[in-house]
T-cell receptor, first 113, second 111 residues
């Protein structure tokens, strides 16, 4: 089991470009969570998804940010028209149905220049 | 904002000594708590968890204590090693909602 896979590990974007972050959950896990972490800070919840459904997006900024978890393929966190303040580490976690077993990926470090 | 906080943002401990990292939470309905370790450049790594119907749980060199009366959680690491240097986060969960993380404590082991 390869664990939670995130790619790319590092992503550099210019202001105004789009950033796409991918997360493949652990095999058998049907829940995906995205968190954002600024340097020297804790992880802030962004969105919780199940296959083809957004369960809780209370932590997502209302504009420019979107997430999906399609029936096939990885979960995608999409940031449009990136700004410098979007620079952060973005972590994905997955868990199986009806279990608290969260497993985190290694994160994608987004730098906006 | 976050409802889980830590008393000490940094902690330095001599190698071989025991360390205690504290965490306060505010949601008395939270029923599951996890401690994570995060090394530089890596994702959070599960250390130990505890359910709200317990007050103590032990793992290998680690013990988590839960005091629901004062809504306090602690992580004890015995006989610390250089590899224990990291940032430690507590996180709480209520029902099937998302994990809420504290701000973290940076633990430095002094050789």
């Amino acid at each position: 089991n390869a664990g939670v896979m995130q790619n790319p590990r590092h992503l550099v974007r210019r202001r105004g470009q789009e950033a796409r972050l991918r997360c493949s959950p652990m095999k058998g896990h049907s829940h995906v969570y995205w968190y954002r972490q600024l340097p020297e800070e804790g992880l802030k919840f962004m969105v919780y998804l199940q296959k083809e459904n957004i369960i809780d997006e209370s932590g997502m900024p209302k504009e420019r940010f979107s997430a999906e978890f399609p029936k096939e393929g990885p979960s995608i966190l999409r940031i449009q028209q990136v700004v410098r303040g979007d620079s952060a580490a973005y972590f994905c976690a997955s868990s199986p149905l009806d279990s608290y077993g969260y497993t985190f990926g290694s994160g994608t470090r987004l730098t906006v220049v | 904002g976050e409802n889980v906080g830590l008393h000490l943002p940094t902690l330095s401990v001599q190698e071989g000594d025991n360390s205690i990292i504290n965490c306060a939470y505010s949601n008395s309905a939270s029923d599951y708590f996890i401690w994570y370790k995060q090394e530089s450049g890596k994702g959070p790594q599960f250390i130990i968890d505890i359910r709200s119907n317990m007050d103590k749980r032990q793992g290998q060199r680690v013990t988590v204590l839960l005091n629901k009366t004062v809504k306090h959680l602690s992580l004890q690491i015995a006989a610390t090693q250089p590899g224990d240097s990291a940032v430690y986060f507590c996180a709480e969960l209520f029902g099937n909602e998302k994990l809420t993380f504290g701000t973290g404590t940076r633990l430095t082991i002094i050789p």
